[in-house]
């Protein structure tokens, strides 16, 4: 009996000192340096992730119906986008309060804040995999108005990945979680081991044992030998499926029994009200946020369906297909200093220092502009390239790189803009960041691509440019919002309120 209280006495101490470790690098020194070595592994992470999502294009554009599974994929991508950035919301919610509780030395909110997010976040996978199961031909053909070869791989597709929306919303949630812990790598780890496998799982399920490029060769012996077939891009969604699966196993035992985490007890299976109606009150402005921006997205490619591509002709929405893909590295880029830049404002109004809190943000959207900029130039200068990697039809080529020229100079305010919500997402500000995103988009950015696609009937040209410019004038609104002071969380004793009143009563288990 010694000897355990001993133990468990011993690996107290050892979890306070992991918290306090994280608490210490995110509240003193540098914040560019600490923002730099908090953000780079995330950054990293959903980079590797956006390169195997572009690898992943490029096996699908090397299948005989390479160009129909592009243009299938470029709607999947939005619709199940949809689905994740739902659960999102309970993500950006878990880190402002975790990150807020830690950096309050609040272990109980961290607790019960961490185990009733992955709760509500495994009902909501329930509830879409079952619209995902029953309803994926609708949605393709019926809401989105797919045709041809191009509905018949999308219904399929979709109907797994959305089948299969608990992989995802499970292993966003476990990953948020670690990082408002302040355990960057780890959260990284988990989706650099997930990426990997699903490189191994795709190569052996969507070429099986028949033909593959050069590079994928050793698959076909190694798919022949398991007995696994052949099964082009519906391969690609089940690879997806069961790599995410993997490290959401591994991310709840580390969740579970890894010190200086919140381990888990019983009393956690029950729910607890004020924690969900905390996560509710913040998860929401941030989830409505990101659909409204994937709903943005759905909007222009079934104005590209209906102004500029024919049943027979996809080729406008292959190319914006593969742009878009292109283009998500940008919107990770910004989502992982958008990440670091949540932490730190969260932790630092924890611990009562607003002035570090504002800072953080500048920090971190500094940061993001930067390297987003390098990308821009990178797919300005090399778009044709880029592009024809993809898929070599000159048509195709020239759409792409015409889309690049025109959008492409605005990725440094793009991804600016997306870590100054996230920044305003961790003070808790997440319903005036969706107000500001409804603003751009549903008075400006979508009405003038109407106008310009089905009014004026105009070159896609002018859509590239209406594009354009919503980047530049959203990243705008938030810097100015962010500059202004008011909003921001006043007084010292303020700052923590909210933490105790979600809290609860009763011991702490």
Known sequence: MGVRFVDSVRARTEQETSNERSRRRILRGSLLWGIGRFGAPLVAGVVLHTGFNILDLYMISRLPEGTQALAALGICDMMTAVATILSNGVSTASVALIARSLGARDLRGVRRIAWQSLWLVGGLSLLFGLVGVVGSEWLVRDVMGTRGEAADIAGPYLQVMLGGSFSIFLLLQLVAILRGLG????????????????IL??????????????????GGPLA????????????????????????????????????????????????????????????????????????AVLFVLALLNAAYTSATDPTVLTAFSICLRLETMILFVGMGWGAAASTFVATSLGARSLGRARRSGWVAAGLCAALSFGLGVLYVREGAAIVGFFDSDPRVVAVGQEYFGAVAWTYALLGAGVVLSQAMAGAGATLQSLVLDAVVLLLGVLPAAYLVTRVLMLPRGALWWVLAAGNGVGALAFAAY????????????SQTSDLRAVAGEGPMP
Not at 281 to 287: Q, V
């Open 224 to 295: 022949a030998a398991l007995g696994i077939p052949r099964m082009g891009a519906l391969g690609a969604a089940w690879a997806t499926l069961l790599a995410r699966t993997v490290p959401v196993a591994v991310g709840l035992w580390i969740l579970a029994r890894r010190r200086g985490g919140p381990r888990f007890h019983p009393v956690y299976l029950r729910p607890f009200g004020a924690e969900l109606r905390a996560l509710w009150r913040l998860g929401w402005p941030s989830s409505a946020q990101l659909v409204l921006r994937v709903g």
């Open 183 to 198: 355990h960057a790598k780890t959260a990284a780890s988990l989706l650099v081991g997930g990426n990997a496998l699903n």
């Open 201 to 218: 799982l795709n190569v052996l399920l969507i070429y099986g044992s028949g033909p593959a490029p050069p590079i994928f060769a050793w």
């Open 482 to 493: 962010y500059a202004w002071g008011a909003w921001w969380p006043e007084g010292e004793a």
